[in-house]
């Protein structure tokens, strides 16, 4: 049982900011990597963000320098904080984790329900 709530998207401008967040709870032992990831219409999700448990980053070159992703483990959570953004932001996204729920059980990906962001021009 492993459940990811995500908040904190909207409508926004054309050069405005939000910051995203995602909570997971349930039965967890272990997290290795949190991130975000958009989908748009007619278009395939994509990764945006990620964040390791370490704390090593991975960004999309289109976000890069716009986006911060970071997290706190001990609250198992992940934000991603976006600046700068712009009408091409405008998605669905959602928060992933890779995870495993047993101590000596596999890793498994887990998704969040999704939050709209829209930018308006």
């Known amino acids: 049982q492993v459940q990811l709530v995500e908040s904190g998207g909207g409508l926004v401008q054309r050069g405005g900011f939000l910051r995203l967040s995602c909570a997971a709870s349930?039965?967890?032992?272990?997290?290795?990597?949190m991130g975000w990831y958009r989908q748009a219409p007619g278009k395939q999700r994509e990764l945006v963000a990620a964040?390791?448990?370490?704390?090593?980053?991975n960004y999309a070159d289109s976000v890069k320098g716009r986006f911060t992703i970071s997290r706190d483990n001990a609250k198992n959570t992940v934000y991603l904080q976006m600046n700068s953004l712009k009408p091409e932001d405008t998605a669905v996204y959602y928060c992933?984790?890779?995870?495993?729920?047993?101590?000596?059980?596999?890793?498994?990906?887990?998704w969040g329900q999704g939050t709209q962001v829209t930018v308006s021009s």
């Open positions: 992933n984790i890779e995870a495993r729920t047993i101590i000596h059980g596999p890793a498994s990906r887990y």
């Open positions: 349930g039965s967890i032992f272990s997290i290795y990597a």
């Open positions: 964040i390791t448990s370490g704390g090593s980053t």
